[in-house]
């Protein structure tokens, strides 16, 4: 556990991905509470689940995000939505694609380009708390002829992040 993950947590900041030990007390949660079910790795050797984006999910990420947030920093987050590229299992640190909203269909994405290629970065693994949260997106066969890149996500409209101006 890294420190600036120990002051996430004394913050009472969410954390959605990283390595998180199982305790003594249970929830009964409504289905209704959930959007999808989660993948994990569970640790043959204790009681350890890791949880981090997948190659091929749709996540947001806080927009400058650093590692010396406070709760003021959270409360006034804005989201950039990417895609990963890469499952940290393959290399230490994944690799995202910045997605940009499609002009007037507020729920389509697709990769952001300038010069014909791919706007992607790498996350190391100490950047995790910068995740926000999945979102549930899929491919819609046909969406060129509206003028809609076939390349495009359609993104769950629940799960988009807010809009915020600073």
Not at 64 to 69: A, L
Request: glycine share 4%; proline share 5%.
């Amino acid at each position: 556990i890294l420190d600036h993950e120990i002051d996430w947590k004394k913050e009472n900041l969410p954390i959605v991905c990283g390595k998180f030990k199982v305790s003594g007390a249970s929830v009964n949660l409504e289905m209704s509470q959930f959007s999808y079910n989660v993948d994990c790795q569970k640790s043959t050797v204790e009681p350890i689940y890791e949880i981090y984006p997948l190659k091929g999910e749709i996540w947001a990420m806080y927009k400058n995000w650093n590692c010396k947030w406070k709760r003021s920093d959270y409360e006034n987050y804005q989201c950039q939505v990417v895609e990963i590229l890469s499952d940290l299992h393959e290399r230490d640190e994944i690799i995202i694609a910045r997605l940009e909203e499609v002009k007037g269909c507020l729920t389509f994405f697709y990769r952001l380009q300038i010069d014909g290629f791919d706007v992607t970065h790498p996350v190391s693994q100490s950047k995790m708390l910068g995740f926000s949260h999945r979102i549930l997106a899929f491919r819609v066969p046909g969406i060129g002829k509206y003028d809609i890149p076939e390349s495009s996500w359609h993104l769950e409209p629940n799960a988009l992040p807010p809009k915020r101006r600073i």
